[in-house]
């Protein structure tokens, strides 16, 4: 099985690149899937959505097919992203414009928000609510707010924070959960049905 993480901050050294390493660190650890891929969108510099994408045009053959390919070989997702004025980022819902159900349909997915305060549950409603329709993502019940992020999942633990103490038994806990949904799935997508059909929701 193939996890793909994405990283959803608009900042070179952002909280949010953090906590993606630390849980791709976690992935390996406790063996939960075969590899394991983190698409850092502060980095992939992808541009904003145009029909061109459609098209197939070259800019976007550059920078986006070799991501499509990977996402459309993964088997579950890790969305993290930080909360920008109470919203997920606008790099991630650029991501989600371009990403479609034949690159995340049926295949679960964890939200994981972060905030450097005690906010952070707005983007877990957002991404719910509006960046499944398309890409038919399903996300899992569980999910994880990371609040107080620089105290929190550091390479050391963070042995005098409430939150630290906290968080890294529930990110273990959610990770595997999230790899017993993926090994639950595939069977869906393997499955007679006609999904090319109706690639869009409704």
Same mark, same amino acid.
């Given at each position: 099985m193939k996890l793909s993480i994405i990283a959803g901050s608009h900042r070179q050294l952002a909280q949010s690149s953090k906590v993606a390493h630390f849980i791709n660190d976690r992935i390996k650890t406790l063996n939960l899937f075969d590899s394991s891929y983190i698409l850092d969108l502060a980095k992939a510099e992808l541009p904003f959505w145009d029909e061109g994408v459609w098209r197939g045009e070259e800019k976007w053959k550059q920078v986006w097919t070799p991501i499509a390919k990977v996402l459309e070989s993964s088997d579950a997702f890790i969305v993290i992203t930080p909360e920008y004025g109470g919203m997920v980022t606008a790099k991630l819902k650029n991501f989600f414009l371009l990403a479609n159900s034949k690159?995340?349909?049926?295949?679960? &997915? /964890?939200?994981? %928000?972060?905030?450097? &305060? /005690?906010?952070? %549950?707005?983007?877990?409603?957002?991404?719910r609510t509006s960046s499944y329709k398309n890409t038919k993502i399903n996300y899992i019940p569980e999910h994880l707010v990371i609040r107080k992020v620089e105290e929190c999942l550091n390479e050391t633990p963070n042995t005098e924070s409430e939150f630290d103490t906290f968080l890294r038994p529930r990110v273990d806990f959610s990770l595997k959960l999230l790899a017993e949904y993926s090994k639950a799935m595939a069977p869906i997508r393997n499955a007679d049905l006609n999904f090319k059909d109706f690639p869009y929701g409704m």
């Open positions: 690159m995340m349909g049926h295949k679960p &997915g /964890l939200i994981v %928000s972060v905030s450097s &305060g /005690l906010s952070g %549950s707005y983007p877990v409603n957002e991404l």
